[in-house]
């Protein structure tokens, strides 16, 4: 975690509190970069969303907040909230978007960049992209191998979790 302190400290990182209310303390550890950040106040607002209730940006606050919180996320869902993609990077998803990070701790996630579904279901973005990206960005920021956790499944990432039955 003294990594995780030290870019803090740097403004490297920044905590991510999009999601939490006002009188809501986080009890896991999520944390952006700049490009995140960026990614939330410029691009987030203007993807479309499919959801005829809530807008993209409505979508990630809810995600975040259940994360931020300790709310079970329940996994295997029609749209699955978390999956492990490879080399430690993990997916964040809602419906309409997809953000990349890794897990410095249990229950510490660090995230780096977001990016419209629909451009990764047509083709115009790859996951490949966004793995190395996001594992050059770990490896840049002082994070060896040691520093996070290299685990694939949810129980290695995190402490609540539900898993819904297969259909």
């Not at 403004?11 to 960026?38: I, W």
């Not at 499919?50 to 940006?57: C, F, G, I, P, Y």
């Not at 931020?68 to 978007?97: F, G, Q």
């Not at 060896?144 to 685990?151: K, P």
Request: with cysteine; glycine share 6%; hydrophobic share 40%.
């Amino acid at each position: 975690m003294s990594t995780i302190s030290s870019l803090l400290v740097q403004g490297t990182l920044r905590a991510v509190t999009l999601g939490l209310l006002d009188d809501e303390l986080p009890e896991r550890g999520l944390f952006g970069t700049h490009r995140l950040f960026k990614h939330l106040a410029e691009e987030l607002p203007s993807i479309p969303s499919r959801d005829a209730t809530l807008s993209a940006k409505e979508q990630v606050s809810n995600l975040f907040g259940r994360y931020l919180t300790n709310r079970p996320l329940i996994l295997r869902s029609p749209i699955s909230p978390l999956r492990h993609l490879r080399d430690a990077i993990w997916e964040l998803k809602t419906l309409d978007v997809r953000i990349f990070g890794w897990f410095a701790a249990k229950d510490c996630m660090i995230v780096d960049a977001g990016c419209d579904a629909k451009l990764l279901k047509a083709e115009k973005l790859n996951y490949s992209g966004f793995i190395v990206q996001t594992s050059y960005v770990r490896k840049s920021l002082g994070f060896t191998s040691a520093d996070y956790i290299q685990g694939t499944e949810p129980n290695d990432i995190l402490t609540r979790y539900v898993l819904a039955p297969r259909r």
